[in-house]
T-cell receptor, first 111, second 110 residues
Framework: NAGVTQTPKFQVLKTGQSMTLQCAQD?????MYWYRQDPGMGLRLIYY???????DKGEVPNGYNVSRLNKREFSLRLESAAPSQTSVYFC???????????FGQGTRLTV | RKEVEQDPGPFNVPEGATVAFNCTYS??????FFWYRQDCRKEPKLLMS???SGNEDGRFTAQLNRASQYISLLIRDSKLSDSATYLC???????????FGSGTRLSIRP
């Protein structure tokens, strides 16, 4: 039982390159989230998905796209990476009754 | 105004001291409240849930005041291992949004 798995754990990109961060959960939860965390800023919501096939913008969606491929997977795509997107990215999921949030181990991205 | 606000600290206290953090939230529709702990460069992990009646887990006590829209965390007899960032978390009833405070950094010195 892996919980929430994020890949890759580390990534270095050049400005303008694209990449996709993968997240998969085996907890059978509907809700999934992508956050970014910058030093001193806490976690900021990029996008979330309340169920398969639905996605909504969070606080800082610009420069990102997401895909909820199925119930298990929620991917985050950077089409043209910018230095401002250097951050630690966390994927999370919650059960429908809104209790504990479960996190992946994070992806450290440097642009 | 942020939906969830915390004092960023840092709090630097001696081992054995008692330290308290507060967190305020702006949306009265908020349903579930939690304190998470985050160690440097790691993912946040649940420390404890927060109930209106208050709840205690060893040296940790959490309280919720719905009328004033704040939650608190009290740590007694602090240990060196308590050094971390503590995040206040609010989950809305639909579970469609989790809102994090920016975190309070705590450093315990010998």
């Amino acid at each position: 039982n892996a919980g929430v798995t994020q890949t890759p754990k580390f990534q270095v990109l050049k400005t303008g390159q694209s990449m996709t961060l993968q997240c998969a959960q085996d907890m059978n939860h509907n809700s999934m989230y992508w956050y970014r965390q910058d030093p001193g800023m806490g976690l900021r919501l990029i996008y979330y998905s309340a169920s398969e096939g639905t996605t909504d913008k969070g606080e800082v969606p610009n420069g990102y796209n997401v895909s909820r491929l199925n119930k298990r997977e929620f991917s985050l795509r950077l089409e043209s990476a910018a230095p401002s997107q250097t951050s630690v990215y966390f994927c999370a999921t919650t059960p429908p009754w809104g209790t504990e949030a479960f996190f992946g181990q994070g992806t450290r991205l440097t642009v | 105004r942020k939906e969830v606000e915390q004092d960023p600290g840092p709090f630097n206290v001696p081992e054995g001291a008692t330290v308290a953090f507060n967190c305020t939230y702006s949306n009265s529709a908020s349903q579930s409240f939690f304190w998470y702990r985050q160690d440097c460069r790691k993912e946040p992990k649940l420390l404890m849930s927060v109930y209106s009646s208050g709840n205690e887990d060893g040296r940790f006590t959490a309280q919720l005041n719905r009328a004033s829209q704040y939650i608190s965390l009290l740590i007694r007899d602090s240990k060196l291992s308590d050094s971390a960032t503590y995040l206040c978390v609010v989950i809305y009833s639909s579970a469609s949004k989790i809102i994090f405070g920016s975190g309070t950094r705590l450093s315990i010195r010998p």
